[in-house]
């Protein structure tokens, strides 16, 4: 996915941006980057994050980059900040989206000038280097972000540094969030709420979908108002969020106990039935404490993530690589899972790999049952708008495959795609018991999406629920 953090200080900003980027390391896989700006003009530093934490590989650029505006990102896949030199002057930029219309932009832009593009590993082209390729058809900043949105078919919300300020914009819809905080030096703009609390900032202001605002060291203007409509993303409080985080006021530990409590409401399950209530680390906790919290089943942790040297499992680029590493990772607490009937809470069901092998090992370590109950819905549409996983095809989720098997084809009308997505179908159920039989669970149960919905207080017409129901 990716995240990204600004400050605009009147004394040098690095210290805070460092520190500000680095706790957005949970969104991100493959690159970081920094870029700040003083009288001496802009600095950038980009590395490389797969295989060593973005502390580690920054620690030295800290102590020679000097600015007292600057930006950073850790990032899915781009090498970002991109330095851009153009009408508008010279900035930086960086972005956090998913852009599906990139041939299509490519000719566009190509049609209109004789730009060319780094091309990256893979064949790819830079998406935030084409964001400021759009940004760079129009006549100023403001005209030229607006454009860009319009234009791009997905999502993107962007940091400029520019030598006036930091231009931050969040995305048409919301669908991913910019809040900027305060203290007396100065402003930051983050992704994540909680990366400032702990530098000294204060709640300032959230942006809206669409709304674009420059902050400096003296203050923030608002120069385009955000608009009606909003669909941020739901999965952000499910998964991606850090625990302390908020969006729109809801703080993501809160949202995911109240899931767990909804659950736990509906479950046919009692106390007679499980003996201990566990999630899987580290975005299934809250949820189990939810239910455990409800229902009154003791919570546990029948098995331990070790994180010194393994922060993140998706780090790895190839995917049997990632998940050996998910399963190395999960270290057995024997003693709470032999003889268990266990109850397992997780985030969410993807592929299923993973929560199948953990299954697997949680039965060779002695456990009786395990009863399974993912966060949220079956995931059944690929997301269209952040990178929520390295998924190439719809058919990669495990939900697509049972509906594929039970329909007898791959390709599926909507309707029907519809009625997979109704909890309280024929259908569905026949799909979740199915899901259940392949990856071996004593029982599985969904989360319903009206809970999900329910779980964060927000109207569902706000929030973007597009992997669950298909629903724009």
């Not at 370590?365 to 690929?382: D, K």
Request: include cysteine.
């Amino acid at each position: 996915m990716g995240g990204f953090f600004a400050a605009a200080l009147k004394e040098d900003c690095v210290f805070d941006l460092f520190y500000g980027t680095d706790y957005h390391s949970h969104l991100g896989t493959r690159r970081a980057g920094m870029a700040v700006y003083s009288r001496a003009g802009f600095n950038r530093a980009i590395h490389n994050i797969e295989s060593s934490p973005f502390r580690t590989k920054f620690e030295k650029d800290v102590h020679e980059m000097k600015g007292y505006m600057g930006i950073g990102c850790i990032s899915d896949y781009d090498p970002q900040p991109v330095v851009v030199r153009s009408h508008h002057g010279t900035y930086a930029i960086v972005t956090v989206g998913k852009v599906n219309n990139t041939q299509e932009l490519l000719d566009e832009v190509f049609g209109e000038s004789k730009l060319h593009f780094m091309e990256m590993s893979g064949g790819e082209i830079n998406k935030t280097e084409l964001v400021a390729a759009l940004i760079n058809q129009q006549d100023n900043l403001i005209d030229g972000i607006r454009y860009a949105q319009e234009r791009i078919d997905g999502s993107m919300s962007m940091l400029i540094l520019t030598p006036k300020g930091i231009f931050c914009a969040r995305d048409r819809l919301g669908r991913t969030p910019i809040q900027i905080g305060r203290k007396d030096e100065g402003f930051c703009a983050s992704f994540e709420s909680f990366a400032y609390m702990k530098l000294g900032y204060h709640d300032y202001h959230e942006l809206g979908p669409g709304e674009i605002t420059v902050i400096t060291p003296e203050g923030m203007t608002m120069l385009a108002s955000p608009g009606r409509k909003m669909r941020i993303c739901t999965f952000l409080w499910t998964y991606y969020g850090y625990p302390p985080s908020k969006y729109e006021g809801v703080t993501v530990e809160g949202m995911r106990y109240r899931c767990g409590a909804a659950m736990a409401r509906r479950d046919y399950l009692t106390r007679e039935d499980i003996d201990t209530v566990a999630g899987v680390p580290d975005s299934g906790i809250a949820h189990a404490i939810g239910y455990s919290n409800e229902s009154g089943v003791p919570y546990s942790r029948p098995f331990i993530k070790y994180t010194p040297t393994w922060p993140r499992s998706f780090m790895p680029t190839i995917q049997s690589k990632r998940d050996l590493i998910a399963k190395m990772k999960l270290v057995p607490v024997t003693e709470l899972i032999k003889g268990q009937r266990l109850l397992l809470i997780d985030d969410s069901i993807v592929r299923g790999t993973q929560l199948r092998e953990t299954t697997e090992f949680l039965y060779e370590n002695g456990a009786e049952e395990v009863h399974v109950r993912p966060a949220c819905p079956p995931l059944l549409f690929g997301c269209k708008y952040i990178n929520f996983s390295r998924a190439t095809s719809d058919m990669e989720l495990i939900g697509r495959r049972v509906i594929a098997e039970q329909e007898g084809s791959e390709v599926v009308e909507r309707t029907i795609l519809e009625d997979y997505a109704n909890p309280d179908s024929e259908r569905y159920r026949r799909m979740e018991e199915q899901i259940g039989k392949q990856m071996k669970f004593t029982s599985l149960r969904y989360n319903r999406l009206d809970d999900t919905v329910a779980a964060t207080g927000l109207p569902k017409d706000m929030l973007c629920t597009y992997c669950w129901d298909g629903q724009e």
